[in-house]
């Protein structure tokens, strides 16, 4: 599911070094109690973009994002997200590997298309969370060879 998760009222000036590995951190604490990874996500100045994939029949991405979007709430005061998160189900056209990682080079490029920088490599708010797997990296050359083995392997531990 690729979830988008806006500011109230657009706010900017609350993304930091600190705040994004704490974000990261409630995300793993999230994708552990649900069962789920994240091959990517990028936070931008006034709103985060998550593309979550389920690993197990009971993987919950609403009941992660409640979750999620909790913890962060806590930790923006006084910011909060908007009450209402945006998700869009992947479609099964769009779950095969080349449409799947076309979304996820999309959701990277954000901060490109926006004049942040000019190259997705080059922005410090964006990466991937995978519990357990924390050299893991979306911008080595091998990230998705890598990243759809072990989800395989993930999905056949949670049968």
């Not at 992660?64 to 930790?75: I, S, Y």
């Not at 449409?99 to 926006?114: C, D, G, K, M, W």
Request: aromatic residues 14%.
């Amino acid at each position: 599911m690729h979830w988008t998760m806006a500011m109230n009222d657009r706010t900017t000036g609350w993304l930091t070094p600190a705040l994004h590995a704490q974000v990261r951190e409630f995300m793993l604490h999230a994708f552990v109690r649900y069962d789920l990874v994240c091959p990517t996500y990028c936070l931008m100045p006034d709103h985060l973009h998550l593309l979550w994939l389920g690993v197990a029949p009971k993987s919950n991405q609403r009941l992660a994002a409640a979750f999620f979007r909790k913890q962060v709430n806590e930790l923006l005061q006084p910011h909060k997200l908007q009450k209402q998160a945006y998700d869009h189900v992947l479609r099964e056209s769009e779950r095969e590997r080349g449409a799947f990682q076309s979304t996820a080079f999309y959701i990277l490029e954000n901060p490109v298309r926006a004049g942040l920088v000019a190259h997705a490599q080059d922005y410090a708010y964006s990466g991937n969370v995978v519990p357990g797997y924390p050299s893991l990296d979306v911008w080595d050359n091998d990230y998705w060879d890598k990243f759809w083995k072990l989800y395989e392997v993930l999905r056949k531990r949670n049968p």
